[in-house]
DNA sequence: GTCTGCTTAGCCGGTAGGGA
DNA sequence: TCCCTACCGGCTAAGCAGAC
């Protein structure tokens, strides 16, 4: 084993280091999964992981707490302040160096990492469990086949602003980066907060957004709210409808340029793969729909039009007869998406003005709506028997959303 | 000889279950 | 309710084998 910067170091316990340096700790079992690249980790793997792990303890540059939150156990490994010094040199990380904290790129050889001070560093032991699945959302990211995702922690993708002359500040939980430099804001959701709460959050969100915009800064792509597997089994629908509610209340026009999402673990891979295959997949729709409209709806022309604030994505189409035009609203949606609410809601708003559009002397002949989905179909709750207070022309609008609405899956 | 992956044995703390 | 026992998961320690 080669003596590095006095420490008896080896390519594997290295690596590790690394890994505890980018992610702010993580459980044995986590690191052991980074490392050997699997969900599946043999008993022998996690064992080798501990004894690398030990090995470092002993030299002092890694310590640990013991985990007493649900769902996970064991301990939460993270550096010492020896470990993250060391770890900076191992870096090449120079004294007051920023960054914008891409953990990808920085292992791709781009200095994305800043000198941090060690209580920035160090993850937060009094909510353990939030931080543990964060990690778990990490892991899965990075054990995606064939895509690679890159992704920055709490401590990067903050950021400061100015509201009314105060500052104020948002505090993703992470950031990711798809193609096309779309942003998405990380929250890892356990349930905990309040209707309230969940405004306030959007609130400050709509705020930083206002500022984004007055300075010219791009808006990310949407908020994801990452929870547990556990939630998925138990109340996902009604969380989703509190979350959304609150979105849909708080957000104005944002909602139309910023989209909401919402995942349990087990599904990060395949909502990558969507949002990533999104533009793919409308043109999809598009050609699809024009096609059958026309040979089966004995429709001798069909107009598509884009979404305002995204061209890559359908907004409605119109289809015409020799003496008529229906109108149909289109979304390719995930399964808890928000931007089949706020899409709808704008759609109805302009519906008059696409009307007025039409030339004489076709007549209206109605409107329906068409969702498409990929894996589970998209979930649309029921606000008339909930106490949201939503505003009421909100309200009337989603009734509307579900009658002539059809959906259909499609193969990712 | 060094490094790495792996095997095996055993300690420790927590907990479920049964009996008094 | 208390105590005992068995069991389990997390973790540690020592050592072996193969590749370099």
Redesign the pocket.
């Known amino acids: ?2 003596k590095i910067l006095g420490y ?1 170091l ?4 290295i690596k590790l280091l690394k890994f505890l340096f980018y992610y702010r700790g993580m ?3 986590q690191l052991a999964k980074m490392y ?1 690249k699997s969900h599946n980790i ?7 992981a ?2 690398y ?2 090995k470092l ?2 030299q002092k540059l890694v310590t ?1 707490k ?2 007493e939150a649900d769902n996970y ?3 939460l490994y993270y550096l010492t302040q020896a470990g993250l010094e060391l770890v900076k040199s191992l870096l090449n990380i120079e004294d007051g160096q920023t960054g914008t904290g891409y953990i990808l790129a920085n292992e791709d050889k781009e200095d994305t990492q800043a000198d941090l001070e060690y209580v920035i560093y160090k993850p937060p032991t009094e909510q353990i469990h939030h931080h543990l699945i964060l990690i778990d959302f990490f892991v899965r990211l990075r054990l995606m086949s064939n895509q690679q995702v890159d992704h920055r922690l709490s401590m990067y993708a903050s950021k400061a602003y100015e509201y009314n002359g105060k500052e104020a500040k948002i505090r993703p939980d992470a950031e990711v980066v798809l193609p096309y430099d779309r942003h998405y804001y990380i929250e890892v959701d356990r349930a905990t907060e309040s209707h309230s709460q969940l405004i306030q959050k959007f609130e400050n969100y709509r705020h930083y957004f206002e500022y984004a915009e007055e300075i010219n800064e791009k808006l990310p792509a949407a908020i994801v709210f990452v929870t547990d597997e556990k939630q998925q089994q138990y109340g996902m629908n009604r969380r989703w409808a509190n979350v959304l509610a609150a979105y849909l209340k708080t957000m104005g026009d944002y909602a139309l340029k910023v989209n909401l999402f919402m995942l349990p673990l087990n599904k990060v891979d395949h909502f990558i793969r969507f949002e990533t295959y999104r533009p793919q997949l409308n043109r999809k729709v598009q050609t699809l729909l024009e096609k059958t409209l026309i040979q089966k709806g004995n429709y001798k022309d069909v107009q598509t039009f884009k979404q305002p604030t995204d061209y890559s994505s359908i907004d409605y189409m119109i289809a015409f007869t020799q003496t008529q035009y229906h109108i149909y609203f289109i979304r390719v949606a995930y399964e808890y998406d928000a931007s089949i609410f706020s899409g709808f809601y704008h759609f109805i708003n302009n519906l008059g003005d696409i009307h007025r559009k039409q030339q004489t002397p076709y007549k209206p002949s109605g409107v329906s709506q068409a969702i498409f989905y990929t894996d589970e179909r998209p979930f649309l709750p029921d606000y008339m028997r909930k106490n949201y207070d939503l505003p009421p022309e909100l309200l009337s609008h989603l009734e509307l959303l579900s009658q002539h609405l059809s959906m259909y899956k499609l193969p990712l």
């Open positions: 084993m080669a008896q080896s390519e594997t316990s459980t044995a079992l050997f043999t008993g022998v793997q996690k064992s080798s501990h004894n792990l030990r303890k002993d640990s013991k985990i156990a064991g301990s």
